[in-house]
């Protein structure tokens, strides 16, 4: 085998290894692999040693979403679900605090490790000081859906809820002529607006994804990617009856 080599004056000149030397610079090639390897494997056995040693102290969560589901407008009410992951010892209560200008009813409360309907109630904020529970930043007029927790968070552990509410806001979710309209802020990150079954959307002033949901339901998923809160502004109309 002839290998060509470049000399130092930038010329070229053909050398022949002989069998000795190219078995020699084999054997150079297999130490160099060797040592490559034991150096790998000694840092992933140090990683896997460090992850046995410090496991996950914590289990996925989704905080990030929840959904409207509209009602008929002349009804100005509309139902949320979202979902919440106390991590917090010893915490035993969960408070929603129900925006200025909406007024709750009908919530369920599920505990979603074990399936368990959870005691609620609401409460005004100036009930919630009488009663000494654990939410201090409410004003006296506001309303709270409390949920109480089947048991207090135990340390290095989690419980997940989901919560159902209906709100009624007659200045978000309205009738305007024969359209409907929801107007409304958004803080959340990833938000689903669902229209009242035979309505279709007409307009949407924010970027969504609008898509037919197998009840013919129409969804409008909108991402809220800041770090306020985002207006929603669509409006909508009844389907024409055949």
Known sequence: MTHIVRSYHGGTKNTKKTGKERLQSTFRALRFLVVCSSICCSDLTGITAA???????????????ILYELQEPQSHSFRITHDYTERKEGVSHYFNVVRAGSRVSDPESVDLDTGENLKWEILSGKQVKERKLPLTDVDDGAEVVVTYLARPVAKGSSTRLRLKETYTDPKSYYLD???????????????????????????????GVIQTLPDSRVSVYVVNPRNDDVRVYLRARRRATR
């Open 177 to 207: 002529g024969e359209d409907l309209v929801w107007d409304r802020t958004f803080g959340r990150l990833r938000n689903t607006v669902v229209l009242p079954a035979g309505w279709r959307l007409t307009a949407l002033a924010s970027p």
């Open 51 to 65: 992850q046995q040693g410090a496991p996950l102290a914590e289990r996925a969560y989704q905080d990030r979403e």
